[in-house]
Each structure stands twice: as structure tokens, then as C-alpha cells.
């Protein structure tokens, strides 16, 4: 089974901080993204890797960054918290594909 | 521009009341079709890929089909449990070793007794 675990469920922060989440998977995939998912919006892409310190922007990247160090971690950034980035973010991973894209259980993120 | 479009955004049935999801797409050339089943608070679950017009997969209670503008997902005597949401998602023939998909915003699904 595919195990892909994010650093919190439930994350509040205030405006202007700086946001680490971070998403760890135990399969050994090479492809990891990262998705933020609103009410009427559906799931949009931010950033997504496809090999240790390899990057791509997806559909809606300003206001992030992302590091991939080790193959199994990926992690988004928030540099500066504002108020329009409170929603749910999901970690997927995919193995060398293109192939299925696996999730994991979200973060809820509110910048107050 | 891939765009995928389900309806209807939300349907009750009652248990055993059997329906179907529909999902609507248009892409630059379809690689595979997803299905994911979403509960709230929850990351979405795999339930199935479909890569050609008139394939089907069953698991349980579900069944997808896929034409080459639509995919079903056909609900057999649903039961409480099968509440949740249903995200459609398609994969572009792109080049390139990550795939990027395009998700429908769901169908909203509650099973009553």
C-alpha cells in the first residue's frame, strides 16, 4: 500500500509568517506534487517535482516555493502567510509514469 | 486548455437507489481518466483509471465507463457508506515523466436509509 503522510492536519498561522508543510512517502516514487483544493475551484496544481531537487511550476505557483532534498520529502513553502492562501493542501505521489497519483490526507491551513 | 466538468454537483439518494455520476472532458489527447472517492477533511482516494474509449472497471458497488467525451460512474444499490465526494480527473498524452491532471470540482454524493 501506498503511504503518503503530511506534517499536520491542522495548521493556523498569522498573516506574513513563514509556512512550512511538508509531505514525506515510503514508495520510492520519483514524481511528487503538490495541490491546493477549494470549494468550487477543485484541486489546482502548485508545484510538482520529478526527481530530487528537480521542480516545475503547475497551474499556481505565486506565493509558494518547494524543496525536494531527499527523494521521499517534499516540501512547500509559504514565505509570507496571507489571507487568500487558507485552504486544504494535498500531497500526491506518482512512480515513474506518467501513472497514478496517490494523496495524502491533507493539511488545513487558516492565515488569520 | 483540458477542462473537465461533472454533474450533477450533488445527489441523494436513498439506499439501494442506484444512479449514475457523470464527467464530461475535453484534452489535447487523453493519456487515462481517474476516478478518486473524497471524504470531508479527507485526501482523495484511488479508485480507478480508464485509458480507452469503452473500457469498464468494477469495484464493488461502482462502475466506470468511459466514452471519448464522457466517463460514468454508475452506482448499484448504493449504501450509507458510499456518501462522499466523487472527483473526476483527466492525464494529457504529454511528453514528459510526471503527469499533470485536470480535476473536475465532484459530485457532492449522500445515501439516506
Known amino acids: 500500500d501506498v503511504k503518503v503522510t503530511q506534517s499536520s492536519r491542522y495548521l493556523v498561522k498569522r498573516t506574513g509568517e513563514k509556512v512550512f508543510l511538508e509531505c514525506v512517502q515510503d514508495m520510492d516514487h520519483e514524481n511528487m506534487f503538490w495541490y491546493r483544493q477549494d470549494p468550487g475551484l477543485g484541486l489546482r496544481l502548485i508545484y510538482f517535482s520529478y526527481d530530487v531537487k528537480m521542480k516545475e511550476k503547475g497551474d499556481i505557483p505565486e506565493g509558494y516555493s518547494v524543496s525536494r532534498e531527499k527523494k521521499e520529502r517534499f516540501s512547500l513553502i509559504l514565505e509570507s502567510a496571507s489571507t487568500n492562501q487558507t485552504s486544504m493542501y494535498l500531497c500526491a505521489t506518482e512512480g515513474q509514469g506518467p501513472d497514478t497519483q496517490y494523496f495524502g490526507p491533507g493539511t488545513r491551513l487558516t492565515v488569520l | 486548455e483540458d477542462q473537465v466538468t461533472q454533474s450533477p454537483e450533488a445527489l441523494r439518494l436513498q439506499e439501494g437507489e442506484s444512479s449514475s455520476l457523470n464527467c464530461s472532458y475535453t484534452v489535447s489527447g487523453l493519456r487515462g481518466l481517474f476516478w478518486y472517492r473524497q471524504d470531508p477533511g479527507k485526501g482523495p482516494e484511488f479508485l480507478f483509471t480508464?485509458?480507452?474509449a469503452g473500457e469498464e472497471k468494477e469495484k464493488e458497488r461502482l462502475k466506470a465507463t468511459l466514452t471519448k467525451k464522457e466517463s460514468f460512474l454508475h452506482i448499484t444499490a448504493p449504501k450509507p457508506e458510499d456518501s462522499a465526494t466523487y472527483l473526476c480527473?483527466?492525464?494529457?498524452?504529454?511528453?514528459?515523466?510526471?503527469?499533470?491532471?485536470?480535476f473536475g470540482t465532484g459530485t457532492r454524493l449522500q445515501v439516506t436509509l
Open positions: 480508464l485509458y480507452s
Open positions: 480527473a483527466v492525464q494529457a498524452d504529454l511528453p514528459g515523466t510526471a503527469s499533470k491532471l485536470t
